[in-house]
T-cell receptor, first 117, second 114 residues
Framework: GAVVSQHPSRVICKSGTSVKIECRSL??????MFWYRQFPKKSLMLMAT?????????EQGVEKDKFLINHASLTLSTLTVTSAHPEDSSFYIC?????????????FGQGTRLTVV | AQSVTQPDIHITVSEGASLELRCNYS??????LFWYVQSPGQGLQLLLK??????LVQGIKGFEAEFKRSQSSFNLRKPSVHWSDAAEYFC????????????FGGGTRVLVKP
């Protein structure tokens, strides 16, 4: 299957700083990328959907000014957690899909463990 | 409201025994169904998916799942579990109108006893 690379895998940052997480599709063009958040021992919660070249669509309750998403190219989307606080500590996972919407799966990155101290 | 339910939070099974994980969904339209596996601290790997056709779907690692429309279920099975199958399993659903926007179940953690 297609490969989605997410970087970094782990990051520790100080409260009040910003952290950027990258999600790259290595061998296909990802027209749509999804960002999920996973709390310990919990399921995945969709945060936002980003389409290349347009603004991301955020799910209800997700602060768009806090979680900045950029999808400037067909192979890269970034999630920036701005002014991070300890409650933002979580596991963040991206997924990417190609231009054929259905009959293609969304490929997941390895996830990023964010710890805000 | 659309929802996906995995009734079992934890399942413990002996190595070599069979495994069945339950998934029920509540969707108005024809669903597209997925099962993913997640090892600790890792992303998700697709085990299998159902879009249409034969309701018994074969996946990787010896897993299979059966779509039962009348029961709104998509249960995952494996005839003989290996120690390496210990992981978290997620059922996920989407509908055509939502593209690939997945709704996940709460997950089932599988523990394998030697």
């Amino acid at each position: 299957g297609a490969v989605v690379s997410q970087h970094p895998s782990r990051v520790i940052c100080k409260s009040g700083t910003s952290v950027k997480i990258e999600c790259r599709s290595l061998d296909f063009q990802a027209t749509t990328m999804f960002w999920y958040r996973q709390f310990p021992k919990k399921s995945l919660m969709l945060m936002a959907t980003s389409n290349e070249g347009s603004k991301a669509t955020y799910e209800q309750g997700v602060e768009k000014d806090k979680f900045l998403i950029n999808h400037a190219s067909l192979t890269l989307s970034t999630l920036t957690v701005t002014s991070a606080h300890p409650e933002d500590s979580s596991f963040y996972i991206c997924s990417a899909q190609g231009p054929t919407v259905m009959n293609t799966e969304a490929f997941f990155g390895q996830g990023t463990r964010l710890t805000v101290v | 409201a659309q929802s996906v339910t995995q009734p079992d939070i934890h399942i413990t099974v002996s190595e070599g025994a069979s495994l069945e994980l339950r998934c029920n969904y509540s969707y108005g339209a024809t669903p597209y169904l997925f099962w993913y596996v997640q090892s600790p601290g890792q992303g998700l790997q697709l085990l299998l998916k159902y879009f249409s056709g034969d309701t018994l779907v074969q996946g990787i690692k010896g897993f299979e799942a059966e779509f039962k429309r009348s029961q709104s279920s998509f249960n995952l099975r494996k005839p003989s579990v290996h120690w390496s199958d210990a992981a978290e399993y997620f059922c996920a659903v989407t509908i055509k109108a939502a593209g690939n926007k997945l709704t996940f179940g709460g997950g089932t953690r599988v523990l394998v006893k030697p």
